[in-house]
């Protein structure tokens, strides 16, 4: 069956390092979303991206749709303690019609 | 103005019981799903709506049925409540699978 992995599972950072996550698919993706969660609410989208190669910024994050349409990273910068919260990749397999697919998230803790 | 707006919050009930959340979008989207997180936060889609017409039904359990009265409204009801059922519930929209939004969600406790 189609896999989606996200890595790392955790990440324990001092705040004002970069962070770097990222997802691996068997399958070609036709669109990545990386999102964002707090505790207690639900997924805020930070980026999306939509053909392959491309690089997008949003303030200090930068996302990238991989070459191969296989994979996708997102990376932050300079890390603020309110970075804090649970990052997942997701997209749309090109057979998957509009059944959105999660990644198992990267739970970041930035450290003051 | 909430985009996505699902109630309640918060649900514990006893198990055996029947509930229903709700789920109302003020985007203007056609397509409308429930997603369940567990316990170790993974995100899996449970339905899908476009146009109040079902298109997405995962492998769930009779028990859940979804009921889609309009475009903007999408309602889960849960019969006969069992302990595994306790999860957050999260209901999200789109407009042809973009401007992908997600609700705040409804944290299930079945005690």
């Known amino acids: 069956g189609q896999q989606l992995n996200q890595s790392p599972q955790s990440m324990f950072i001092q705040e004002g390092e970069d962070v770097s996550m990222n997802c691996t698919s068997s399958s070609i993706f036709n669109t990545w979303l990386w999102y964002k969660q707090d505790p207690g609410e639900g997924p805020v989208l930070l980026i999306a991206?939509?053909?392959?190669?491309e690089l997008t910024s949003n303030g200090r994050l930068t996302a990238q749709f991989g070459i191969t349409r296989k994979d996708s990273f997102l990376n932050i910068s300079a890390s603020i303690p309110s970075d804090v919260g649970i990052y997942f990749c997701a997209g749309f397999w090109e057979t998957s019609g509009s059944r959105l697919t999660f990644g198992e998230g990267t739970q970041l803790t930035v450290n003051p | 103005d909430t985009a996505v707006s699902q109630t309640p919050k918060y649900l514990v009930t006893q198990m055996g019981n029947d509930k229903s959340i709700k789920c109302e979008q003020n985007?203007?989207?056609?397509?409308m799903y429930w997603y369940k997180q567990d316990s170790k936060k993974f995100l899996k889609i449970m339905f899908s709506y476009n146009n109040k017409e079902l298109i997405i039904n995962e492998t769930v359990p009779n028990r859940f049925s979804p009921k889609s009265p309009d475009k903007a409204h999408l309602n889960l009801h849960i019969n006969s409540l069992e302990l595994g059922d306790s999860a957050v519930y999260f209901c999200?929209?789109?407009?042809?699978?973009?401007?992908?939004?997600f609700g705040s969600g409804t944290r299930l406790t079945v005690v």
């Open positions: 985007l203007g989207h056609d397509t």
């Open positions: 999200a929209s789109s407009l042809q699978g973009y401007g992908y939004t």
């Open positions: 991206l939509y053909k392959a190669g």
